[in-house]
């Protein structure tokens, strides 16, 4: 059964850095654009980045953007999500998720267009 699943979450000070992961089986993993999202409470999923299979191609949602860095490894069939400068607005549970469609820009910061989601991790950052 194709899951992915995240880890790294967790609690940091304001100003702090965590990273995520998101691992998936090798079939479940290429050759698929993926991407992060994150719910805060009492808000609506709100897109954070996004890469393409070969990693060349990557956005980023705009209160992210210059402070979180997407990666992906795909002999590890794994996804990777550095934050920095962490915020306590940032707080949030983060997931990860498989896209399904040919073109990136149309599909990629979409909650619809993704087949397949992990169950999250909670990062929470204290100011």
């Known amino acids: 059964q194709a899951q992915l699943e995240e880890s790294g979450g967790g609690l940091v000070q304001a100003g702090g850095s965590l990273t995520l992961s998101c691992t998936a089986s090798?079939?479940?993993?290429?050759?698929?654009?993926f991407g992060w999202f994150r719910r805060a409470p009492g808000k609506e999923r709100e897109f954070v980045a996004g890469?393409?299979?070969?990693?060349?191609?990557?956005t980023y949602g705009d209160s992210v953007r210059g402070r979180f860095t997407i990666s992906r490894d795909n002999a590890k069939n794994t996804m990777y999500l550095q934050m920095t400068s962490l915020k306590s607005e940032d707080t949030a549970i983060y997931y990860c998720?498989?896209?399904?469609?040919?073109?990136?820009?149309?599909?990629?910061?979409?909650?619809?267009?993704?087949?397949?989601w992990g169950q999250g991790t909670q990062v929470t950052v204290s100011s």
């Open positions: 998720g498989r896209a399904s469609g040919a073109n990136f820009d149309t599909i990629i910061a979409t909650p619809d267009n993704y087949d397949l």
């Open positions: 890469i393409s299979w070969r990693g060349d191609r990557i």
């Open positions: 090798k079939r479940t993993f290429n050759p698929y654009v």
